[in-house]
């Protein structure tokens, strides 16, 4: 699947590298070691003392012990966030438009996803926001997915594989030893020892073409294909974006664990991740989910879209899928993102799925001695841009050798990425890994949209860099956000921690002081029965140990998905301004696209005028309006609806349509 941009992806200005902050070659003087250990103390002291104040805030006096430590960073970014968001509709709105194609982008932790949010719509009727589960095709992130699978089988012990074996070997891809050189006229095809390693096929340094038949691509026209290709250089010697290799990759992946691609990517990979709305297969994924795409049409000075229905070159061809088949929700990529970022991969029969050290190693050069001189780069009098062969097979550009790591582009340390394009959908990922954050965007249309040629220039406002722009911008905010050194005042992070105290707080007469007076009048609690209802929502939902934030729609609303014990709770929380900072909640309203029926017959939730909703089996109060009265609100439940000027839930914002 071509690329909307080839190695070396798109250039960004150049970044310091990440500080070192460790002293060296420093001596203490004996009689000042105590006053610096008093310091230290001091320190540590001040930070916890810190950290201790916040929580005063909500009734307590340190973080409770059921409280995940990594809800601590959460709670002190939230303020930030803020800007992060208003930043990032400012730049959707810029490219999509009001009523455009969608993007979800989603900010990553260490712990997992802490911030998500959709733009445009998913749907061709224009009708579903797109979340954190709307699925899209990334493109060519699905190279990292498929090298990370291959790493899978080498940190296996019982493969008895390195990335310094040779591709050729005989258990590998034997038929790499019909590629000739670029040049060699004494080639032997079928007796040639290319030199390739498994390590060359991950960082794109094996030399091989980057696409070959799109249309033709079972594994037996691959192989044939394959056998009449050509390297450019000496394996090692330069970096030549290669959809080949990784696929190759794939088909070694596929022998060695003796299980159809997609299949051990599913179980290898997706399935000890929890990663279940992602596939490299695009049939095994329920539609309903999967964004509509967009092409972008450019005239002159301005812009439109209209729908991509026809399937993609080479979408029904499975030796295809390793370099671009992967399907994904930002919700599931996190957590692929999160193994990264955190070196703590989960555990399948007994052992990690890799090893600590495999992760950390992913920015490192797989070569130690790049190549000089031009290779075999530029053939055709293009310089050194991509050229075809006789076989109208295509190679990319070269670059140097160091360029990648295992899959991922480590041009801009500390930060790695992979970008991702088939024109009508793609995608942007960065993780800065010393920061242990990062930053990712799906959108359902062209991700890089950089139109200007040699006869029509760029249209004015149009970011040819778009997706790349959001998900810098968008880690940038993240860090930025990261330096609170608490979140004292902060009223969206006291409405979260409150949430988290009170599910494992012992319950009393006195919970009345944590919730505004609104939400005890319309719930019709007091000092006699709150006890009551804490007890019960704790029976219900259990201790609750860290949340994630999907929309923020002001400095004291936001939709948010705690994590707790027993169920995964969505609310819509508000909270006053100012102290005490009391907190009303609502439950978050679902998606319209969340089921088939919503998405394929979306007006016939609702029933006829002056009839009961039976779709929730409400039983609204007489303060409410009937459900299906209000606009754009027919599936939520009455319970969702808080007829208070300033609590009333939002309609949702237009967000992300849905990849192929």
Not at 96 to 125: C, I, N, R
Request: charged share 20%.
């Amino acid at each position: 699947m071509i690329e909307a941009s080839h190695f070396p992806f798109v250039r960004f200005t150049n970044v310091p590298h990440w500080l070192n902050t460790t002293t060296r070659g420093c001596i203490v003087h004996k009689s000042r070691s105590a006053v610096g250990a008093l310091a230290v103390f001091f320190l540590v002291q001040s930070t916890q003392i810190h950290a201790a104040d916040s929580w005063t805030q909500v009734g307590t006096t340190a973080r409770p012990t059921w409280v995940d430590l990594g809800a601590e960073r959460r709670l002190r970014m939230l303020s930030g966030i803020v800007a992060a968001q208003q930043n990032l509709k400012t730049s959707a709105g810029n490219y999509l438009g009001a009523k455009g194609p969608a993007m979800t982008a989603g900010l990553v932790l260490e712990d997992g996803l802490f911030y998500s949010q959709g733009f445009g719509y998913e749907d061709a009727a224009k009708v579903c926001a797109p979340d954190e589960r709307t699925i899209y095709r990334p493109g060519s992130l699905s190279k990292v997915i498929t090298g990370t699978g291959l790493l899978t089988l080498i940190d296996d012990p019982a493969m008895k594989m390195s990335l310094e074996d040779y591709a050729d070997d005989d258990r590998y891809l034997p038929e790499l030893k019909f590629v000739c050189k670029w040049g060699d006229t004494t080639c032997k095809r079928g007796k040639q020892s290319t030199g390739i390693k498994l390590k060359h096929l991950g960082s794109h340094t094996a030399g091989l073409a980057d696409i070959m038949d799109t249309y033709h691509a079972d594994v037996e026209t691959w192989l044939t294909d394959l056998k009449k290709s050509y390297t450019l250089f000496t394996p090692g010697d330069y970096a030549s974006y290669s959809g080949v290799a990784t696929e190759a990759e794939g088909l070694i992946a596929q022998r060695i664990s003796g299980k159809p691609y997609a299949k051990f990517i599913q179980e290898n990979l997706f399935a000890p991740l929890k990663m279940t709305e992602s596939s490299m297969d695009t049939g095994k994924l329920p539609k309903y989910r999967v964004a509509q795409r967009w092409q972008l049409n450019v005239k002159a000075a301005s812009w439109s879209f209209s729908k991509a229905d026809a399937m993609p070159g080479g979408d029904d061809q499975p030796m295809l899928w390793p370099a671009g088949g992967f399907s994904t929700s930002v919700r599931d990529l996190s957590r692929f993102m999160a193994m990264w970022l955190s070196a703590n991969p989960p555990y399948i029969n007994g052992r990690q799925i890799l090893k600590p050290t495999t992760i950390q190693a992913a920015i490192n050069p797989q070569v130690s001695s790049p190549g000089t001189g031009a290779g075999n780069c530029g053939q055709g009098g293009t310089g050194t841009g991509g050229f075809f062969d006789a076989n109208n097979y295509y190679y990319s550009n070269c670059g140097a050798a160091d360029g990648f790591g295992v899959n991922w582009y480590r041009g801009n340390l500390p930060r790695i990425r992979h970008n991702g394009s088939i024109g009508t959908s793609g995608s942007d990922t960065v993780l800065d890994q010393p920061a242990k954050i990062g930053a990712t965007a799906l959108i359902s249309t062209n991700p890089l949209p950089n139109v200007a040629t040699a006869t029509s220039a760029q249209p004015p406002g149009l970011d040819g860099g778009f997706v790349a722009t959001v998900t810098e911008t968008l880690l940038n905010d993240g860090k930025n956000a990261d330096k609170a050194p608490d979140w004292m005042g902060s009223p969206l992070a006291i409405a979260a921690a409150r949430v988290l105290y009170l599910s494992g707080k012992t319950p009393s007469s006195h919970d009345t002081k944590y919730f505004t007076p609104f939400f005890l009048r319309f719930r019709k609690l007091t000092t006699k029965n709150i006890a009551e209802f804490v007890t019960q929502w704790q029976k219900e939902n259990g201790l609750c140990e860290t949340f994630r934030v999907s929309n923020i729609a002001s400095a004291t609303q936001m939709t948010v998905r705690f994590s707790c014990k027993k169920s995964e709770l969505a609310l819509v929380l508000n909270v006053e301004s100012k102290a005490p900072y009391r907190i009303s909640w609502s439950t978050a309203p679902e998606s319209k696209c969340d089921a088939p029926k919503h998405r394929t017959n979306p007006g016939s939730i609702c029933p006829p005028a002056g009839e009961p909703n039976k779709t929730f089996a409400c039983n609204c109060p007489k303060s409410t309006q009937p459900i299906c009265t209000l606009p754009k609100m027919c599936l939520w439940s009455c319970s969702h609806y808080l007829p208070e000027t300033d609590h009333h839930i939002p309609t949702p914002q237009p967000g992300a349509v849905r990849n192929r």
